[in-house]
């Protein structure tokens, strides 16, 4: 009996793997062949600056148009494309689809706006990253300044030593430095004051906590207050209602990204917003009345 059962399951088990690995491959076979088909396509999501109210930037954030699927969101193929190494070719799509765009705003009037792009583990290791970048920034004519690299923690702490070759080759290029999804990592202080960044990305699960509970935003006012004892901005992710903005913006977090301002969107949608002149409401902008 148990021995029966012990088979059946071990039949389960296989076939419940087999069922995945066909999957996993069929999903594979599409990534490969994705870019081809040009199924990629990439959303924006408004930076805003909690002094002036205006957007300054924004973030790129890849979507997959699968033809039976559906949009499919990154968490669901950002992984396999790591581990299949397909995240270098599409990575490079990203940097120079992202920096193409950011141009056009830029010639069209809309602003000299910031436009961020997020790196992974297997690209921030390839051998002539920086190289890469600085001649996608040469072919679109975007001044270096006006793009940010986001990376996590982690990234950066696996090999410290390349982490700050790396980082310092592009800070000499001139492009922006971020550290996204602070504060889940294991980065220490020491280290964080080695790294020659710009922007720390407050993780949303701070941001979350920050209207919440008895130590209400403990973690995200000792990292705003951390980053700019070190010189470094802030910019809060994932705030998805008024009042975590406006606390983030009494406890002097110099930027905000999040649904509560505007979810991701199509490139369209970012000209309208920045045609209109979608801004923060006055009430909440920092440095207001003195007795707050
Ligand atoms: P991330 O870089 O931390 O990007 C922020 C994520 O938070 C985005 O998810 C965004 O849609 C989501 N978000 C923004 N505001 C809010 C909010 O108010 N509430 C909540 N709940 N979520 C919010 P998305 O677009 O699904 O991207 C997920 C992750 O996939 C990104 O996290 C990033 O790690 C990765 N990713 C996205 N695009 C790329 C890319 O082009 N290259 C690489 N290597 N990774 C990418
Ligand atoms: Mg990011
Ligand atoms: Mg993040
Ligand atoms: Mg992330």
């Not at 999903?27 to 205006?54: C, M, S, W």
């Not at 193929?77 to 920096?99: H, K, N, Q, S, Y």
């Not at 765009?101 to 583990?121: D, M, T, Y």
């Not at 407050?202 to 006012?221: C, L, P």
Request: hydrophobic fraction near 45%; aromatic fraction near 6%; glycine fraction near 6%.
């Amino acid at each position: 009996r148990a021995k029966e059962l012990g088979r059946n399951s071990y039949q389960f088990y296989a076939a419940a793997m087999n069922e995945f690995s066909l999957e996993r491959l069929r999903l594979e076979k599409h990534l490969r062949n994705a870019l081809e088909r040009d199924e990629f396509i990439l959303h924006y999501q408004p930076q805003v600056d909690l002094t002036t109210g205006e957007i300054v930037g924004m973030e790129a954030l890849i979507r997959w148009q699968h033809p039976e699927l559906g949009m499919v969101p990154p968490d669901q193929f950002i992984g396999l494309a790591e581990e299949t190494g397909l995240i270098v070719p599409i990575g490079a799509w990203v940097m120079r689809t992202a920096c193409a765009q950011n141009k056009a705003w830029q010639r069209s009037g809309l602003g000299n706006l910031r436009i961020a792009v997020n790196l992974s583990a297997r690209q921030f290791a390839q051998e002539n990253l920086v190289e890469s970048v600085a001649s996608v920034l040469a072919e679109t004519g975007l001044a270096p300044q006006l793009l940010d690299i986001e990376i996590t923690e982690s990234i950066v702490m696996t090999d410290v030593e390349e982490a700050v070759n790396t980082l310092n080759a592009f800070k000499a290029l001139g492009v922006k430095l971020s550290i996204d999804d602070f504060g889940t990592g294991y980065s220490s202080l020491s280290y964080l004051q080695r790294f020659p960044i710009d922007v720390l990305k407050i993780d949303r699960s701070f941001v979350a906590d920050i209207t919440e509970g008895a130590d209400k935003g403990a973690i995200a006012n000792a990292i705003i207050a951390m980053a700019h004892n070190l010189g470094i901005d802030v910019i809060a992710e994932g705030v998805e209602t008024e009042a975590q903005c406006d606390t983030l913006s009494q406890n002097m977090c110099d930027q905000i990204q999040g649904y509560w301002f505007s979810r991701p969107v199509a490139a369209e949608t970012i000209e309208t917003m920045l045609q209109e002149k979608k801004t923060l409401p006055a009430n909440l902008l920092r440095l207001r009345a003195p007795q707050r």
